[in-house]
């Protein structure tokens, strides 16, 4: 199996990952408690791996606080996101928002360049991701604020994307970063959390331990395959395919959150999963 092969399955199941631990997210009532799960108890996770893999060196470590400090952002302004916006209208803004920033800084900064062919099919992707947005828009049941929080949350995307990406690129062993930046990960939001909350969150978080757990596994572990998957492939193309999480999101959150799955929504997945076709075959 060749890299590209390798890392174009390992992506797809990333986002079917992605989906799945987001929308645990949304159907709990505390959103930004569910969270700090994921982030903190969830981070337990990667400890029994630290004794098979390198402890990291002085620049890898500057790679893990860069990662932690973007990851952080992300997950503030997801919670915000998702408390102000259904999950139909803020996860495909963040999500069409970061691949487009992935893409500019790729051609830009490391020469990643893609033909016109894969730019064509990534603009149809991006085209269903923000027409699944805007058909929210027109319902009228957007706040004013969620916007704003969703494109800030694409643009923490694409700031992850790109640390990530480059720090799993430059690492000898890419499971040091990817286990370390696990770890290193999990106080931080609590940390916040606490300014925020008092030690109240505390006994919050472990309150919604259902849908944390269920949205630990599949959130640590597809951000594991994503990674891998970075260090295999064309970064913007990978993080373009990523964002076929929007197919899964809209299954979920019709079958389970109950939102709506109109006509026109079908068309947006249908736009999303050519996009995703095309790309792989231009």
Same mark, same amino acid.
């Given at each position: 199996m060749s890299d590209d092969t390798l890392a174009t399955l390992l992506i797809?199941?990333? +986002?079917?990952?992605? +989906?799945?631990?987001?929308a645990a997210v949304k159907h709990s009532q505390d959103k930004f408690a569910t969270i700090v799960f994921v982030t903190t108890y969830g981070s337990f996770l990667y400890i029994p791996f630290t004794a098979f893999v390198p402890f990291p060196g002085p620049v890898m470590w500057g790679w893990i606080a860069a990662s932690a400090v973007c990851h952080?952002?992300?997950?503030?302004s997801l919670a915000a996101a998702l408390e102000r916006g259904a999950l139909t209208f803020?996860?495909?803004?963040?999500r069409g928002t970061g691949p487009m920033l992935v893409v500019l800084f790729a051609t830009i900064f490391l020469g990643d360049t893609l033909p016109a062919t894969k730019l064509a099919a990534i603009a149809v992707l991006l085209l269903g991701i923000f027409l699944t947005a805007g058909l929210n828009v027109q319902k009228g049941g957007v706040s004013s604020n969620a916007f704003s929080f969703a494109v800030l949350t694409g643009g923490m995307i694409a700031s992850y994307t790109i640390v990530d990406g480059l720090a799993v690129r430059s690492a000898e062993n890419p499971l040091t970063f990817i286990i370390w930046? @696990?770890? +290193? *990960?999990?106080?931080? !939001?609590? /940390? !916040? =959390?606490?300014?925020?909350r008092g030690w109240g969150l505390l006994s919050a978080s472990l309150r919604v331990w259902r849908q944390g757990v269920v949205a630990? /596994?599949?959130a640590? *572990? =597809?951000?594991a395959l994503a990674l891998i998957a970075y260090?295999? =492939?064309?970064? @913007?193309?990978i993080a373009a395919l990523r964002e076929t999480s929007i197919v899964f999101a809209s /299954? !979920? *959150?019709?079958?389970?959150?109950?939102?709506?799955?109109t006509k026109n929504k079908l068309l947006s997945v249908l736009l999303i999963a050519a996009g995703a076709l095309a790309l792989k075959i231009a």
């Open positions: 797809l199941s990333s +986002a079917m990952l992605h +989906a799945v631990w987001n952080l952002l992300y997950q503030l803020a996860y495909p803004v963040a930046a @696990g770890v +290193a *990960g999990a106080p931080m !939001i609590f /940390i !916040i =959390g606490l300014k925020q630990s /596994i599949p640590h *572990g =597809g951000y260090r295999l =492939g064309n970064l @913007g193309e /299954i !979920i *959150g019709f079958m389970w959150l109950k939102e709506p799955f």
